[in-house]
Each structure stands twice: as structure tokens, then as C-alpha cells.
């Protein structure tokens, strides 16, 4: 989705524009429960799910090509498989970076190629709210700065269903910074106080490429900017202005311009994402740099043993 969130919908309690759309939320809420129960499972291959119910930002890609590296590493063929947005093609690009990856407008029709060229699991990045598909292992992720938001359901909030669904699912991922860490994990526990929760925090691998005395400047088209910023300001990087553009931003010539300019107005350097420098297509600048970055799960034992 293409789109800046409403800052209202990250505030700690709902304001007016969320009351005022909360009928509209209600709505939504009643005709999901209305939604049919997935339909297809094939005992062909093993399907993970990653998904949120925070819309954006929250992780599921970083946590895809981490289970893919660790099934890789267990000599089992895995593969990745997205639904096909045309607004999405930076995620899709990180994905083929990292493995093979299965991409249509049906999820299911993805899953039947992937069946097809003989892989034994298949991780969906998206799709838990997909009512097509009965997983066999599905995890939810957060983002620890976001969380909920202000807890309610779009458009008067950020999530796509209510939190009390997280009754109906095992796993959990918590990923970003660690604030918040146990007022969060004591809120899940008490809507299920069995299902299992995965801590995760994103490094950076490629440190030696910057220096650190320098001054720089960050911008990002993802869905939590401030996470990117508050990590590379954990790692000692100097940021005196940081810029943040809608999640899945197509980047224009006069954006990268802009960027420029005004770097060199502050006399800094520039920084942004991975994901960000894949969407810039032929528009890349010599001197936009990017962080890459991999998400650390601290029970990494774990979670190998969930997923294997």
C-alpha cells in the first residue's frame, strides 16, 4: 500500500478524526467476520506465513529471508512468495535478492508454480489475513516503537483486525527497538497466554562502508522510518535531519534533487535503506549510500525449531 499513515493513527489514545471514523471501522470489522474459511491446503509442501496486523512497517520481509536462510542452511528447499503490487517492486527485488521468489496477483496460483518446480516450503510474505489459504505456520509481527498504535481498526487506526485475534494464532515477532518490550509482551500474554513470542532487532552489515564522524543525512519510504533512524543513531551515525517519504515511495528526479541539495546545503552525507535504494531504479546517485541490514532473532534456537 502506497499511502503516508495519518500521524493520529500512532498516538497512544484515539483522538476526534479517530472517533469520527470509528463507525466507519465497526463496518469494516463486522463484514471481515463474514469472510469465508480458507479454502486450500495442499499436504505438497510446508506454507509459513509472515504477516501483521499493524498495516506496514512492521518487519515481515526481514523476517522472511530469515527463515529462508535458516531452512537453506538445513538443505530444505524453501522459496518465497508475495502477492504481485506494481508499488511493491523494492520488496520484490530484496526478496530475489535472497532466494527464489514466486510473485502473482493470486497467492495461490504462486503456490501451485512453486509446487510445481519441486520446493518443500513455501514463506509468504503478507497474507494472513488471506482467506484462501490454511497455513501450516503462521507468525504476526510488530514493530516495537508502533506497537498498536492507537488500537483501533482501519481507517480509524492502523490494524487490519482487532488484537483480540491474536487467540486464533502460535507466534508472535516483535521487531525494532527494545522500548516498550514488556508492557507489550504482558499485553499479548493476556490475550493468549500461549502463544510464543520471538524478539527481534535489526544490525547493520555494512558499518566499514561509513564513517561515523561524519555528518549525515537519512531519508526512507518505508513504513517505520523512525526505527531505521533511531538504528543507525544507536551504531554512532551523526543524523541532523532526517526526511520521511510515504511507505513504497517512487522516487522522482526532482526528489533526488531535493535530497541533494539540501545535503549539501548541511554539508552531510546521505544514508537511506536497502529497500529504498532498490526502488530508485536508474535514478541512483553516486552519492546516496544505503545500510544493509539483517534482523537478529535473540531465541534464534527457538524459532529453528519451530520452523524445522
Given at each position: 500500500?502506497?499511502f503516508?499513515?495519518?500521524?493520529?493513527?500512532?498516538?497512544k489514545k484515539?483522538?476526534?478524526?479517530?472517533?469520527?471514523?470509528?463507525?466507519?471501522?465497526?463496518i469494516i470489522?463486522i463484514?471481515?467476520?463474514?469472510?469465508?474459511?480458507p479454502?486450500?491446503?495442499?499436504?505438497?509442501?510446508?506454507?509459513?506465513?509472515?504477516?501483521?496486523?499493524?498495516i506496514g512497517?512492521?518487519g515481515?520481509?526481514?523476517f522472511?529471508?530469515?527463515i529462508?536462510?535458516?531452512?537453506?542452511?538445513?538443505?530444505?528447499?524453501?522459496?518465497?512468495?508475495?502477492?504481485?503490487?506494481?508499488?511493491?517492486?523494492?520488496?520484490?527485488?530484496?526478496l530475489?535478492n535472497?532466494?527464489?521468489?514466486?510473485?502473482?496477483?493470486k497467492?495461490?496460483?504462486?503456490?501451485?508454480?512453486?509446487?510445481?518446480?519441486?520446493?518443500?516450503?513455501?514463506?509468504?510474505?503478507?497474507?494472513?489475513?488471506?482467506?484462501t489459504?490454511s497455513?501450516?505456520?503462521?507468525?504476526?509481527?510488530f514493530?516495537?516503537?508502533?506497537?498498536?498504535?492507537?488500537g483501533l481498526i482501519?481507517?480509524a487506526?492502523?490494524?487490519?483486525?482487532?488484537?483480540?485475534k491474536?487467540?486464533?494464532y502460535?507466534h508472535?515477532?516483535?521487531?525494532g527497538n527494545?522500548e516498550?518490550?514488556?508492557y507489550?509482551?504482558?499485553?499479548?500474554?493476556?490475550i493468549?497466554?500461549?502463544?510464543?513470542?520471538?524478539i527481534?532487532?535489526?544490525?547493520?552489515?555494512?558499518?566499514?562502508e561509513?564513517?561515523?564522524?561524519?555528518?549525515y543525512?537519512?531519508?526512507?519510504?518505508?513504513?517505520?522510518?523512525?526505527t531505521f533512524?533511531?538504528?543507525i543513531k544507536n551504531?554512532?551515525?551523526?543524523?541532523?535531519?532526517d526526511?520521511?517519504?510515504?511507505d513504497?515511495?517512487?522516487?522522482?528526479?526532482?526528489?533526488?534533487?531535493?535530497i541533494?541539495?539540501?545535503?549539501?546545503?548541511?554539508?552531510?552525507?546521505i544514508?537511506?535503506t536497502?529497500?529504498?535504494?532498490?526502488r530508485?531504479?536508474?535514478?541512483?546517485?553516486?552519492?546516496?549510500?544505503f545500510?544493509?541490514?539483517?534482523?537478529?532473532?535473540?531465541?534464534?534456537?527457538?524459532l529453528?525449531?519451530?520452523?524445522?
Open positions: 500500500m502506497k503516508k499513515k495519518p500521524k493520529f493513527w500512532d498516538y484515539p483522538n476526534l478524526f479517530a472517533y469520527i471514523l470509528k463507525p466507519v471501522s465497526f470489522e463484514i471481515n467476520s463474514f469472510k469465508k474459511k479454502l486450500f491446503k495442499n499436504k505438497e509442501i510446508k506454507t509459513i506465513c509472515v504477516g501483521n496486523i499493524y512497517g512492521t515481515k520481509t526481514s522472511c529471508i530469515l529462508n536462510d535458516i531452512l537453506t542452511k538445513k538443505g530444505i528447499k524453501s522459496c518465497f512468495i508475495k502477492k504481485f503490487y506494481s508499488n511493491q517492486i523494492d520488496e520484490q527485488r530484496l530475489e535472497k532466494g527464489k521468489l514466486f510473485s502473482s496477483y497467492r495461490k496460483e504462486a503456490l501451485d508454480q512453486a509446487i510445481k518446480e519441486g520446493y518443500k516450503v513455501a514463506i509468504f510474505d503478507d497474507g494472513l489475513q488471506d482467506g489459504i497455513f501450516d505456520l503462521s507468525f504476526v509481527c514493530n516495537k516503537s508502533n506497537w498498536i498504535g492507537n482501519i481507517p487506526g492502523p490494524l487490519r483486525e482487532n488484537l483480540n491474536l487467540k486464533k502460535q508472535i515477532v516483535l521487531n527494545v516498550n518490550i514488556e507489550i509482551k504482558k499485553k499479548v500474554l493476556n493468549n497466554p500461549e502463544i510464543n513470542i520471538h527481534g532487532e535489526y544490525i547493520p552489515l555494512n558499518l566499514n561509513f564513517n561515523r564522524q561524519d555528518n543525512l537519512v531519508f526512507s519510504g518505508i513504513g517505520n522510518h523512525q533512524v533511531s538504528m551504531y554512532g551515525f551523526k543524523v541532523i535531519e526526511i520521511e517519504y510515504p513504497h515511495y517512487s522516487y522522482t528526479n526532482t526528489d533526488i534533487d531535493n541533494i541539495i539540501r545535503s549539501e546545503n548541511l554539508r552531510s552525507k544514508i537511506t536497502e529497500k529504498d535504494y532498490l530508485m531504479g536508474q535514478k541512483k546517485n553516486l552519492k546516496i549510500k545500510v544493509r541490514s539483517y534482523l537478529k532473532i535473540l531465541d534464534e534456537k527457538k529453528i525449531d519451530t520452523i524445522t
